[in-house]
């Protein structure tokens, strides 16, 4: 596995490797060195390699397609992992390192699989990085295009995280029959379900968890806070999380006069915030609609779920479909404060309503979205690929 980041942690990946590892494969995963670990450390499931990467080459990787820098990186990483071991599988995760997978496929005789987390060209184009003038220079947008399109094309087998994402490579020109749905379910035997209290009445309680960027919609929320606020009635919103965006979204609270009704968090493990799953009366995912959020899924929903906390989403396809599917919450529009304002008003005046929410939601992740049903996805693909 090639991955462009530290690891760990990363939920997604610890999953795949230990499915893949109680099947009966040996795995070995490449990723960035992380300061105070090993460069080469063996755990009961893999084997990780960690290579130490300048602060240039590490920032060339947003114009890779233009300037070969971060590619030659990983060549010459691929190349002493082959010297040393015999693979059958170079497994990439997310488009970038997709070349180097497809050359070591060529190279070396082995089985190519592109996992897709993101539909990374539309995530590109929506990134502060890329839309600054160096940025706009070094990235392409319709080079990422042409380059995912290619890079589909050429691989024996694509993973991809949501149906909506599936229909998308599949109209890329990819047969549907290459790409399997392995999604960003819950591994049950690694989160203790939450029982629910009865909600808080005396304050409506509302929870979000995860990335604090522009795309995640958090500016909505604090306006929607504000509009409730207005109409006499109090709101505690729990942001939790870390990004580029927070000092936005501090000046939005203070611009908004809603101090009071904002706690930030900041980073933390979930062990750290149980509490907060607990008194929360919703859970909030307001992903901006985009091609990059209608394509994937935070594995926080599922969480969600199984915590019993009822969903307020945003319209985001994917979203939409698993809310309304498992009727573990509602959707809005994710630029109309005006119409979150409205549901929170309603769910604060007949809190029996939140009732409707529970239990499905946490039987949906027993009964489908969780991670035995899609580990074994992925361990079905890997015996078909080495059939």
Same mark, same amino acid.
């Given at each position: 596995m090639?991955l ?7 939920t ?9 590892a109680?099947?009966g494969h040996e795995?070995?995963i490449?990723?960035?060195?992380k ?6 450390e063996k755990?009961?499931?893999?084997t990780i390699?960690r290579?130490?990467?300048?602060k240039?080459?590490?920032k ?6 233009k ?5 030659n ?7 002493g992992?082959?010297q040393?071991?015999?693979?059958d599988?170079?497994?990439?995760h ?9 050359e070591?496929?060529?190279k ?11 539909n990374w060209? %539309?995530?590109?184009?929506?990134s /502060?990085h890329?839309?600054?003038f160096?940025?706009k220079?070094l #990235?392409? +947008?319709?080079?990422w &295009?042409?380059?995912?399109k ?8 694509i993973i991809?995280?949501v149906d ?7 109209r890329?020109g990819?047969?549907a029959e290459k ?6 379910t819950?591994n049950?035997?690694q ?5 629910r209290k009865?909600?808080?009445t005396?304050?409506?309680r509302m929870?979000?968890?995860?990335g604090?960027n522009?795309?995640?919609?958090i500016?909505y929320v ?7 606020k ?7 919103f729990?942001?939790v ?8 979204i501090k000046?939005?609270v ?7 009704n %904002?706690?930030i968090?900041g980073? /933390? ?5 149980c509490?907060?799953y607990? #008194?929360? +009366?919703?859970?909030? &995912?307001?992903?901006?609609k ?13 969480q969600y779920?199984y915590?019993?906390i ?6 985001c396809?994917?979203l939409?479909?698993?809310v309304n599917?498992?009727?573990?919450g509602?959707?809005?529009q994710y630029?109309n404060?005006?119409e979150?304002a409205?549901i ?6 007949h ?20 991670w035995?049903?899609d ?8 015996e078909?690929l080495?059939?």
């Amino acid at each position: 596995m090639l991955l462009d980041h530290p690891f760990p942690p990363d939920t997604r990946v610890e999953n795949e490797i230990k499915s893949l590892a109680e099947a009966g494969h040996e795995v070995h995963i490449a990723c960035f060195h992380k300061e105070g670990k090993p460069l080469l450390e063996k755990t009961p499931y893999c084997t990780i390699h960690r290579f130490p990467i300048s602060k240039f080459v590490y920032k060339s990787s947003v114009g890779v397609l233009k300037f070969p820098t971060y590619f030659n990186f990983w060549k010459n990483i691929v190349k002493g992992l082959f010297q040393d071991e015999k693979f059958d599988v170079i497994h990439v995760h997310d488009l970038p390192l997709a070349k180097i997978g497809y050359e070591a496929k060529c190279k070396y005789g082995v089985r190519f699989v592109l996992d897709l987390h993101e539909n990374w060209p %539309v995530l590109l184009q929506l990134s /502060k990085h890329t839309n600054t003038f160096l940025g706009k220079l070094l #990235s392409s +947008n319709s080079q990422w &295009i042409r380059y995912e399109k290619e890079m589909c094309q050429l691989a024996d087998k694509i993973i991809v995280v949501v149906d909506e994402a599936k229909d998308r490579v599949c109209r890329l020109g990819v047969p549907a029959e290459k790409i399997e749905v392995v999604s960003n379910t819950l591994n049950l035997d690694q989160f203790d379900p939450i029982e629910r209290k009865e909600f808080k009445t005396d304050k409506f309680r509302m929870l979000y968890v995860g990335g604090i960027n522009y795309h995640r919609g958090i500016q909505y929320v604090i306006q929607a806070i504000s509009i409730v606020k207005k109409r006499g009635v109090e709101v505690l919103f729990d942001l939790v999380g870390d990004g580029s965006y927070l000092d936005d979204i501090k000046k939005l609270v203070e611009e908004m006069h809603v101090q009071d009704n %904002v706690v930030i968090h900041g980073f /933390k493990h979930y062990t750290q915030i149980c509490d907060l799953y607990e #008194s929360a +009366n919703v859970a909030l &995912i307001p992903h901006v609609k985009s091609g990059h959020t209608d394509n994937t899924i935070p594995h926080k929903i599922f969480q969600y779920m199984y915590a019993q906390i009822p969903m307020v989403v945003s319209n985001c396809d994917a979203l939409v479909r698993i809310v309304n599917e498992t009727k573990s919450g509602i959707t809005y529009q994710y630029d109309n404060p005006e119409e979150l304002a409205d549901i929170i008003m309603e769910l604060h005046h007949h809190p029996e309503k939140l009732n409707d929410y529970i239990q499905q939601g946490r039987q949906a992740v027993i009964d489908k979205y969780n991670w035995k049903v899609d580990g074994a996805k992925l361990v079905n693909l890997y015996e078909r690929l080495l059939a």
